[in-house]
């Protein structure tokens, strides 16, 4: 099945930094989800992109879905040591989209 | 709302145990997922289940089993531990219902094999 690739796999700011993470694949996707796990513990759902183009905001948190729908990427502004954690890409693949298969996810460090 | 529920949160087992994972949900929820996490590493798929009564494998399925009776239980079984087993472990559930694929996950159960 179609795999997510994910870039880069480590990233350390000073806080109040920008953050960007990259996920790519080399088919297109129906849809791309985004996690994010706080260190000891577990995925959180963030956000799904569906369309084409698509940008979706949360606070200081930027999505976007390629015109291609074969990447996606996440921004940070201004990071702050809250946003600490492994950031996730996820996507259904599988003959009938019931897989649910994560790329290999950025961890950010914020140095205060 | 308990969401997702799993037991034990950690446990050691020795070479050649078993052991099952225990997963609750109690969403409603059809589809299911197990995973494991190496440390430093991201989530591989083990087995998922799209209802009760059908389970199939993931990425990494070689020493576990599976069984989905209910729609809301999905233990996972270990039947020969070994070290390479030594993980964290995530169950997870999803709706899928009109376009909600938001897959909500378990604490997590810590297993080490010695």
């Known amino acids: 099945g179609q795999q997510v690739m994910q870039i880069p796999q480590y990233q350390h700011v000073q806080e109040g930094e920008d953050f960007t993470t990259y996920c790519n694949s080399s088919?297109?996707?129906?849809?791309i989800q985004w996690y994010k796990q706080r260190p000891g513990g577990h995925p959180v759902f963030l956000i799904q992109l569906v369309k084409s183009g698509e940008v979706k905001k949360q606070k200081r948190l930027t999505f976007q879905f390629g015109e291609a729908k074969k990447n996606s990427s996440l921004h940070i502004t201004a990071t702050q040591t809250t946003d600490v954690g492994t950031y996730f890409c996820a996507d259904y693949s599988g003959g009938s989209n019931y897989k649910l298969t994560f790329g290999k996810g950025t961890l950010l460090t914020v140095n205060p | 709302n308990a969401g997702v529920t799993q037991t034990p949160k950690f446990r050691i087992l020795k070479i050649g145990q078993s052991m099952t994972l225990q997963c609750a949900q109690d969403m409603n929820h059809n589809y299911m997922y197990w995973y494991r996490q190496d440390p430093g590493m991201g989530l591989k798929l083990i087995y998922y289940s799209v209802g009760a009564g059908i389970t199939d494998k993931g990425e990494v399925p070689n020493g576990y089993n599976v069984s989905r009776s209910t729609t809301e239980d999905f233990p996972l079984r270990l039947e020969l531990a070994a070290p390479s087993q030594t993980s964290v472990y995530f169950c997870?559930?999803?709706?899928?219902?009109?376009?909600?694929?938001?897959?909500?996950f378990g604490q997590g159960t810590r297993l080490t094999v010695v």
């Open positions: 997870a559930s999803s709706p899928r219902v009109g376009g909600n694929t938001e897959a909500f």
């Open positions: 088919t297109t996707l129906s849809n």
